[in-house]
Nanobody, 118 residues
Framework: QVQLVESGGGLVQAGGSLRLSCVAS????????MGWYRRAPGKRRELVAY???????TYAESVKGRFTIDRDNAKNTVYLQMNSLKLEDTAVYYC????????????WGQGTQVTVSS
């Protein structure tokens, strides 16, 4: 069993920055892929970025050049640095993770709200 807890969300003006953190606990030995998704009001959940245990990263086209994902395996933590925030980035951001011991199963955090104001 894995628990994920996000933090770092809040209210920020357009053009500003936020850094989200996600700390994994529990059975973390087998974690391989960790990532961030978001759900904006009235929209489906969408992938923002993910990173593998080998530090390969993938970004949604809408955030390339603005967001950076990284992880600290010693701390079982994944981060999302968000720069040049836009109004369209307003959403609840969710941390996700997969474990080699539960193939095909996605763990989810509770989410953290990011609100970008004009």
């Amino acid at each position: 069993q894995v628990q994920l807890v996000e933090s770092g969300g809040g209210l920020v003006q357009a053009g500003g920055s936020l850094r989200l953190s996600c700390v994994a606990s529990g059975s973390t030995f087998g974690l391989n892929v960790m990532g961030w998704y978001r759900r904006a009001p009235g929209k489906r959940r969408e992938l923002v970025a993910y990173i593998t245990s080998g530090d390969r990263v993938t970004y949604a086209e809408s955030v390339k050049g603005r967001f950076t994902i990284d992880r600290d395996n010693a701390k079982n933590t994944v981060y999302l640095q968000m720069n040049s925030l836009k109004l369209e980035d307003t959403a609840v951001y969710y941390c996700s993770a997969q474990s080699v011991y539960r193939p095909g199963y996605d763990y989810w955090g509770q989410g953290t709200q990011v609100t970008v104001s004009s």
